[in-house]
T-cell receptor, first 113, second 113 residues
Framework: AQSVSQHNHHVILSEAASLELGCNYSYGGTVNLFWYVQYPGQHLQLLLKYFSGDPLVKGIKGFEAEFIKSKFSFNLRKPSVQWSDTAEYFCAVYTSGTYKYIFGTGTRLKVLA | KAGVTQTPRYLIKTRGQQVTLSCSPISGHRSVSWYQQTPGQGLQFLFEYFSETQRNKGNFPGRFSGRQFSNSRSEMNVSTLELGDSALYLC????????????FGQGTRLTVV
């Protein structure tokens, strides 16, 4: 069965620290990959997406992610976090023909000012 | 362009009752999917509809059902509510096509007492 694993459930960082959130998926075929963010009290918003091409994708607010096919990974990075990045981050996979997104369990990021 | 609209935002129901949640997708989007979000479980796929047809269903009991109307609006129904059904129910819409993303509504917070 397809699945998505996010290794870090809770992360606490100080402002200006670098961030890397891990995401691994299990599926042997073609996938579309996403990172969504949920700020407190707000709806899920798309941070970035990968469909094909350059495996390094850039998203909003300085986030980027790298797709490594051989490792089935799609890790999220940001060089310098801000207090406003405090949120929950979800990695998701979409496979053609299933019509569904499979989400990881999420990572709660708290950035200390 | 209006986003995905879910009503109501909050609901409190008693065990054994039934509930209907509504979702209006982004104009032009014909795919609507539903997810259940609970702490620690992340987002679990309930079902997906396209042009009034259910194309996929998640691993939920038959008490969970849904439908889509000709204007793409969707409803989900939960009958014989249980305490464990307390969750945030999210609706997402997307356009047809291989490389698309899902846009999420604010969700309906259901509390079963």
């Amino acid at each position: 069965a397809q699945s998505v694993s996010q290794h870090n459930h809770h992360v606490i960082l100080s402002e200006a620290a670098s961030l890397e959130l891990g995401c691994n998926y299990s599926y042997g075929g073609t996938v579309n990959l996403f990172w969504y963010v949920q700020y407190p009290g707000q709806h899920l918003q798309l941070l970035l997406k990968y469909f094909s091409g350059d495996p390094l994708v850039k998203g909003i607010k300085g986030f980027e992610a790298e797709f490594i096919k051989s490792k089935f990974s799609f890790n999220l990075r940001k060089p310098s976090v801000q207090w406003s990045d405090t949120a929950e981050y979800f990695c998701a996979v979409y496979t053609s023909g299933t019509y569904k997104y499979i989400f990881g369990t999420g990572t709660r990021l708290k950035v200390l000012a | 362009k209006a986003g995905v609209t879910q009503t109501p935002r909050y609901l409190i129901k008693t065990r054994g009752q039934q509930v209907t949640l509504s979702c209006s997708p982004i104009s032009g989007h014909r795919s609507v999917s539903w997810y259940q979000q609970t702490p620690g479980q992340g987002l679990q796929f309930l079902f997906e509809y396209f042009s009034e047809t259910q194309r996929n269903k998640g691993n939920f009991p038959g008490r969970f059902s849904g439908r889509q109307f000709s204007n793409s609006r969707s409803e989900m129904n939960v009958s014989t509510l249980e305490l464990g059904d307390s969750a945030l129910y999210l609706c997402a819409s997307s356009s047809q096509g291989r490389n698309t993303e899902a846009f999420f509504g604010q969700g309906t917070r259901l509390t079963v007492v």
